[in-house]
């Protein structure tokens, strides 16, 4: 049955197999068309031979241009079949100007020092129209949408360029008396289509999507207009001969249009998409300079001499301030038009919190894009519903779809890794494009809520049969929000432990690691809920036993009164700790969260206050960062903190006498294994205790204060190091991640210690990377806000360290954005044995995804993990599996190894 079916909401719904096939036999399809790359780089090791075999012996002439013209008409040929792009005008008529610049060449060679001849004729009446139709084609082809700003500039960048020409080529040949009329004539045709060749390859370079063919198809006329430039200037000077530059531009613009063509990004150019506001920079610096041209100009006559052009320049100026005022009206209508569209979108989500079923989402999304459509724009909005497989997947706009209209835009409905449906508009090229923004929101919040409804209808049916609830009980002993003892309770408990009859008792003090931040970020609503079922949890886990309380915030206390043997205190120790699980579903929030906790027994203590006080060091000692997550008081834990002690007093003088080195992890690409940069790690060798952790010093460098200077330290050592890792390998130059504490961060002058870092030794802002904890975005603090971006507006990328082992929530990310997640290693070591953990770190790869955020696995060690994390979309990594932290001798044998 390939027709829709309705569902008992009325939504269409597509027939899933007949739909996945599709998409099967699209799939493939797409695997067999395109050039293979290793035809590409054949052809570009080919084009290399023959540009240098002319720059070693301009002499041979035809002998490299006929290799040269067969070996371009070839490539062309061969792109355009084998690519297939969607429109093939624009390349059929490149290729032909290729050809009829080939033609003109030739006889040119037959008519070298005659001016004009027959080669002018084949160049201006066939090869510049050919050439001009078809970038025209290409760059309207490609384009998302050809609005007024675009023409705007389009002319602009034509006048200032034209008063380029004018003033270098144009006026001196028209001003020479010497010349025939005809000549010229023919002599200002060139710069007059040269001029109209650059105004296309540059609206080509900022109106179509970025690919290696329209980079090397921009190359190729480039390289022409300097070939044509600098042969009207030596014609104008001391008269044009073979074998000089000009000849290599146009070699060169063969060389890359044949690349161009060939290169299967040249299907790309083609396609309809939307542009991405990165090339809004570079726009508006070259419009700035094509203002700027006639101005200069006139500065320098006016400091050589009379002034010639003073009328010419007074006119171009004057139009161009004109043109300039225009734009800055359409950009204040385009600001006007965008508060709009956001206002329609704030709208329709708050119409979206308001619907019961799916049939009131579709009519929200078909009246929030006809709003977001200029008025009387033939579209139509469809909402298909069922299991399409995986999410995320593309937003795709294509011919299929929407019955009527040539194109479709299909927005992906998901929830977590499902895809629950589409929603499609039909519509024209122009108006699928102004949609491609505001679509995926609509979307989003169409699934949030179409997955609200479902689960609103199971939940009323439980509510239904669990209606009744056991009434709170207003006692001192009762801790209101959990229903377990309150502090009076379990202080009684641990009293009548003390004074046991011999039994072995034991005092069990714990606490949630982030519970502030959870607080903080998610809600006092969703912390409570999650204080409610971990008690519930440990609860049902000590059972008869003993007795569970709350003591405060999030800290819980245990008493069991008869433990056995310490054997047994230690095995219900390791249980607590388990007892969070892959985390805890509150509602609509999955909250993944760890626990810390310490233990004593009534061997060590007689008393009620030593037995809570011998656990509350217990629990402090459980604290440090990668070391045990419970402990058990004892004389070798009394030890310890002696030995702490002495230890945080050594931290100082070691820094000072230079004692303390940095090692380098390689952070590799998962898919081809190449390394794209390091983090940087600090090591300790002592004199006396060998190599010491980092587990075990860095949080004393905290405590005490020394992890400024520590951390300034390691700045400055790792940023040096990788300034010189450019010479060894230039065209692939890995970056460096430190680390930063939360307290380093907030030091004075901490960013301005950065930028002075990255000046003195010559590092570029985007190859370091500050690695920062979660707990330091926790809060509105609007001065880590104004630093986190004053660093990325620097170039320097952000990168949060340790992911979920915090708070685990991605709702802050909104208002502090950074470039990186650093998934950790807890949840790596449990993606192969759990599906509940693969499904998390999948969902947490595709929220990534959605705020454009890289992400990076640490801890990889098994193959296995390896290949569930490339499946599951994460596309670096770091870990044993690829290598353990190296010195820094090593870390750039790794780069000189990975070298071309």
């Known amino acids: 049955m390939n027709e829709r079916r309705a569902t008992r909401d009325g939504v269409a719904t597509p027939d899933i197999a007949g739909l996945r096939q599709v998409d099967e036999a699209a799939r493939l399809f797409g695997e067999r068309r395109g050039v293979r790359p290793r035809t590409v780089r054949l052809y570009a090791c080919w084009a290399a031979l023959l540009f240098v075999a002319y720059l070693v012996m301009?002499?041979?002439?035809?002998?490299?241009?006929?290799?040269?013209?067969?070996?371009?008409?070839?490539?062309?040929?061969?792109?355009?079949?084998?690519?297939?792009?969607?429109?093939?005008?624009?390349w059929i008529l490149l290729t032909g100007a290729y050809l009829a610049f080939a033609a003109g060449s030739l006889v040119a060679y037959a008519t070298i020092g005659t001016f004009p001849s027959a080669a002018d004729v084949v160049f201006l009446a066939l090869y510049v129209p050919l050439m001009i139709a078809g970038l025209a084609t290409l760059s309207r082809s490609g384009a998302a949408m050809l609005d007024r700003a675009s023409t705007l500039d389009a002319v602009i960048l034509t006048i200032g360029s034209g008063f380029l020409a004018w003033t270098f080529l144009i006026r001196p040949f028209l001003t020479r008396p010497d010349l025939p009329a005809l000549t010229k004539l023919v002599s200002i045709a060139y710069p007059i289509t040269d001029v109209l060749v650059l105004v296309l390859l540059a609206r080509l370079g900022l109106g179509v999507a970025r690919t290696i063919s329209g980079s090397l198809l921009i190359v190729s006329g480039v390289s022409m207009l300097a070939a044509d430039t600098l042969y009207g200037l030596m014609r104008l000077n001391s008269g044009f001969t073979l074998g000089g530059p000009t000849d290599l531009g146009w070699l060169l613009f063969y060389l890359a249009g044949g690349l161009a063509v060939l290169h299967p990004s040249m299907a790309r150019l083609t396609e309809p998409q939307v542009l991405s506001r990165t090339q809004v920079s570079l726009r508006r610096g070259v419009l700035t300079l094509a203002c700027l041209l006639a101005p200069a100009a006139l500065l320098i006559q006016a400091l050589r001499g009379p002034v010639h052009d003073g009328v010419v320049i007074a006119a171009v100026s004057a139009v161009l301030i004109l043109l300039g005022l225009t734009r800055i009206s359409i950009v204040a209508t385009s600001l006007r038009q965008t508060l709009a569209r956001e206002r329609e979108l704030r709208q329709a989500c708050e119409a979206l919190l308001l619907c019961t079923d799916t049939a009131a989402v579709t009519t929200v999304l078909q009246r929030a894009v006809g709003r977001l459509l200029a008025d009387g724009t033939r579209h139509r909005t469809e909402l298909l519903l069922g299991d399409l497989g995986p999410f995320p997947a593309p937003m795709t706009m294509a011919p299929d779809g929407v019955a009527g209209f040539d194109l479709t835009l299909r927005c992906p409905l998901g929830v977590g890794d499902s895809r629950i449906g589409d929603l499609l508009v039909g519509g024209d090229e122009t108006s699928l494009a102004e949609l491609q923004q505001s679509l995926p929101v609509l979307a989003g919040q169409a699934a949030?809520?179409?997955?609200?409804?479902?689960?609103?209808r199971e939940i009323n049916r439980q509510e239904t049969q669990n209606y009744l609830k056991n009434e709170l009980m207003a006692r001192a002993y009762l801790d209101q929000l959990t229903g377990l003892g309150s502090r009076l309770r379990f202080t009684d408990d641990t009293a009548l432990l003390s004074a046991g009859d011999g039994l072995l008792g034991a005092v069990f003090v714990l606490n949630i690691d982030d519970f502030r931040a959870i607080n903080d970020t998610m809600g006092h609503e969703v912390g409570d809920g999650l204080l409610v079922a971990l008690g519930r949890r440990l609860t049902e886990l000590v059972g008869d036993r003993g007795r569970v309380s709350r003591l405060g915030a999030?800290?819980?206390?245990?008493?069991v009164p008869d433990a056995g043997d310490?054997?047994?205190?230690?095995?219900?120790?390791e249980q607590m700790i388990a007892v969070p699980g892959d985390g805890f579903t509150l509602g609509d929030t999955r909250i993944s969260t760890r626990l810390r906790l310490g233990v004593a027994t009534t061997l060590e203590a007689g008393s009620a206050s030593e037995l809570v006080g011998q656990?509350?060091?217990?629990?402090?000692?459980?604290?440090?960062?990668?070391?045990?997550?419970?402990?058990r008081y004892d004389a070798v834990l009394h030890a310890q903190v002696i030995d702490q002690m002495q230890l945080r007093t050594e931290l100082a003088p070691a820094l000072a006498a230079g004692a303390f080195r940095l090692h380098y992890q390689p952070i590799v690409e998962l898919s081809s294994g190449r390394t794209v940069g390091f983090e940087a790690l600090l090591r300790w060798p002592h004199p006396t205790r060998g190599m010491v952790s980092p587990v075990e010093f860095i949080p004393l460098a905290e405590e005490s204060g020394v992890i400024v200077e520590l951390g300034a330290w390691?700045?400055?050592t790792a940023v040096h190091e990788a300034a010189s890792w450019a010479a060894l390998d230039p065209g692939h130059v890995p970056y460096v991640s430190v680390n930063v504490s939360v307290r380093q961060f907030h030091a004075p002058g901490f960013v301005a210690r950065v930028h002075d870092e990255l000046a003195a030794s010559g590092l570029p802002a985007d190859r370091l990377t500050l690695e920062i904890v979660e707990s330091l975005l926790v809060g509105e603090q609007e001065q880590i806000q104004a630093d986190i971006a004053e660093l990325r507006a620097a170039g320097i990328k952000v990168s949060i360290d340790d992911f979920g082992t915090g708070y685990s929530s991605l709702s802050y990310l909104h208002r502090m954005p950074v470039d990186t997640l650093k998934l950790d290693k807890s949840f790596v070591d449990t993606i192969v044995g759990s599906p509940q953990q693969h499904d998390l770190v999948r969902g947490i790869l595709q929220m990534a995804a959605m705020l454009s955020l890289t992400v990076v696995a640490e801890g990889i060690e098994t193959e296995a993990e390896h290949r569930l994390l490339t499946e599951a979309g994460c596309g670096y990594g770091q870990g044993f599996l690829f290598a353990r932290p190296l010195t820094d001798t090593d870390a750039r044998a790794r780069i000189r190894a990975e070298a071309p």
């Open 448 to 456: 949030t809520m179409i997955d609200r409804i479902r689960l609103n």
């Open 714 to 716: 390691v700045l400055h």
């Open 554 to 559: 999030d800290e819980f206390g245990v008493v």
């Open 615 to 631: 656990a509350d060091v217990a629990l402090d000692n459980a604290r440090t960062p990668g070391g045990p997550r419970w402990r």
């Open 566 to 573: 310490v054997e047994a205190v230690d095995r219900l120790a």
């Open 58 to 90: 301009p002499s041979l002439g035809l002998v490299v241009y006929g290799p040269v013209i067969i070996s371009t008409v070839a490539a062309a040929i061969a792109g355009i079949v084998r690519n297939r792009p969607r429109r093939r005008l624009p």
